[in-house]
């Protein structure tokens, strides 16, 4: 059973960077068709996809995010990082890790974690 | 950007009620969608890909169905745990795309 836990600052203040790291237990980041993702919730919102790491470590970002967006694996400690530049209120959110399959013929979001509020504030 | 529209906000229903939520899709999709329960507090959950294949561990009750831009999830027999907004979303092309949810609430 693949468990991912999302952990970091639960407070940032404004135009610095937000950082979280995603910590994988029952799979290895670096094996698999998967795509480890990033995908936030702002209070009272819908979902939005941030973007993705590929176990080959490809990437790929939402355009509405992508100049502000980095995302890393680090297969010595099995995690996978959210680093997200030059916040604002407007990045306040619950902020999920989860894990793509591109196993099959349809890939979905087979697991995800429990979620991490982050608050943009001063 | 696809664009993914659940039409409902919210459903009322009492347990054991059939319930139906619809999404839509701004571009035909095939049949690559798939279905999400958010309950606070805990981790969301897949329920259906492929449009209608049901996610290991998920119960019966839950179908899904649709292709190309209209899409259906059935819950058959509303029970008390399934309390929760659900979610459509579409794996086609990125970026990924999420509606906007549906809350289930019981009567």
């Known amino acids: 059973q693949v468990q991912l836990q999302e952990s970091g600052p639960g407070l940032v203040k404004p135009s610095q960077t937000l950082s979280l790291t995603c910590t994988v237990s029952g799979g290895s980041v670096s094996s698999g068709s998967y795509y480890w993702t990033w995908i936030r919730q702002p209070a009272g919102k819908g979902l939005e996809w941030i973007g993705r790491?590929?176990?080959?470590?490809?990437?790929h970002y939402n355009p509405s995010l992508k100049d502000r967006v980095i995302i890393s694996l680090d297969t010595s400690k099995n995690q996978f990082s959210l680093r997200l530049s030059s916040v604002t209120a407007a990045d306040t959110a619950v902020y999920y890790c989860?894990?793509?399959?591109?196993?099959?013929?349809?890939?979905?979001?087979?697991?995800w974690g429990q979620g991490t509020l982050v608050t943009v504030s001063s | 950007d696809i664009q993914m529209t659940q039409s409902l906000s919210s459903v009322s229903a009492f347990v054991g009620d059939r319930v139906t939520i619809t999404c839509r899709a701004s571009q035909g999709i095939g049949s690559w969608l798939a279905w999400y329960q958010l309950k606070p507090g805990k981790a969301p959950k897949l329920l259906i890909y492929g449009a209608s294949s049901l996610a290991r561990g998920v119960p019966s009750r839950f179908s899904g169905s649709g292709s190309g831009t209209e899409f259906t999830l059935t819950i058959s027999g509303l029970q008390p745990e399934d309390l929760a907004t659900y979610y459509c979303q579409q794996p086609y092309s990125l970026p990924l795309t999420f509606g906007g949810g549906t809350k289930v609430e019981i009567k």
């Open positions: 790491i590929s176990t080959s470590e490809s990437t």
């Open positions: 989860a894990r793509e399959d591109d196993t099959g013929w349809y890939r979905s979001v087979d697991y």
